[in-house]
């Protein structure tokens, strides 16, 4: 079984900088793609980015040059750096893994960009 737990979340303003973290717990981490979704308040869950086991990322076209996916397979953890936030970024943020099959969710972190 699979548990993930998003941290990193908080209120920062305008043009500001957080960075997620998602712990995955198992030994399955390294084998599968990672992603982060996001949703706020009356809004679908979207896609922000995602990252295979090998490094590939893709993000969404809002996002591309201010958010950046990585991962450490050692720390079984991915991360999301975020940056030049805006008051759209406002959303629970969930961190995915991507099982055949399946996918895990974690329980998320509120991100909230407000002056």
């Known amino acids: 079984q699979v548990q993930l737990v998003e941290s990193g979340g908080g209120l920062v303003q305008p043009g500001g900088s957080l960075r997620l973290s998602c712990a995955a717990s198992?030994?399955?981490?390294?084998?599968?793609?990672m992603g982060w979704y996001r949703q706020a308040p009356g809004q679908q869950r979207e896609l922000v980015a995602t990252i295979t086991s090998g490094g590939i990322t893709n993000y969404a076209d809002s996002v591309k040059g201010r958010f950046t996916i990585s991962r450490d397979n050692a720390k079984n953890t991915v991360y999301l750096q975020m940056n030049s936030l805006k008051p759209e970024d406002t959303a629970v943020y969930y961190c995915n893994l991507d099982a055949p099959g399946r996918g895990y969710w974690g329980q998320g972190t509120q991100v909230t960009v407000s002056s």
């Open positions: 198992g030994s399955i981490f390294r084998f599968y793609r």
